[in-house]
């Protein structure tokens, strides 16, 4: 079992700044990043492969967000730019297992980011 807590979230000015951190109690094979707004679906983000480091981005956030990892420290990182009032939501990070690498089976408890116009 892989516990994941997430913190950097809060208020920032649209075209701020903010950057986000999950701390993983273990190794896992994939992680990423989803958000959710007020009344719509859980959106993906971003990802990163430990192995290797492959990212893919939401076509949302391509060009302002970039998600890290430190391997050392099991943390991963969400870096967001040039952010827009549309990017207010409650940001969760999940990850993978290496018995099943495709499917988040581990989440964190979220983080609020609220970007005003």
């Known amino acids: 079992q892989v516990q994941l807590v997430e913190s950097g979230g809060g208020l920032v000015q649209a075209g701020g700044s903010l950057r986000l951190s999950c701390a993983a109690s273990?190794?896992?094979?994939?992680m990423g990043w989803f958000r959710q707004a007020p009344g719509k679906e859980r959106e993906f983000v971003a990802r990163i492969l430990w192995v290797g480091s492959s990212t893919n981005y939401a076509d949302s956030v391509k060009g302002r967000f970039t998600i890290s990892s430190d391997n050392a420290k099991n943390t991963l990182y969400l870096q967001m730019n040039s952010l827009k009032p549309e990017d207010t939501a409650v940001y969760s990070c999940?990850?993978?297992?290496?018995?099943?690498?495709?499917?988040?089976?581990?989440w964190g408890q979220g983080t609020q980011v609220t970007v005003s116009s």
């Open positions: 999940a990850a993978s297992s290496f018995s099943n690498p495709m499917k988040y089976n581990y």
């Open positions: 273990g190794r896992t094979f994939m």
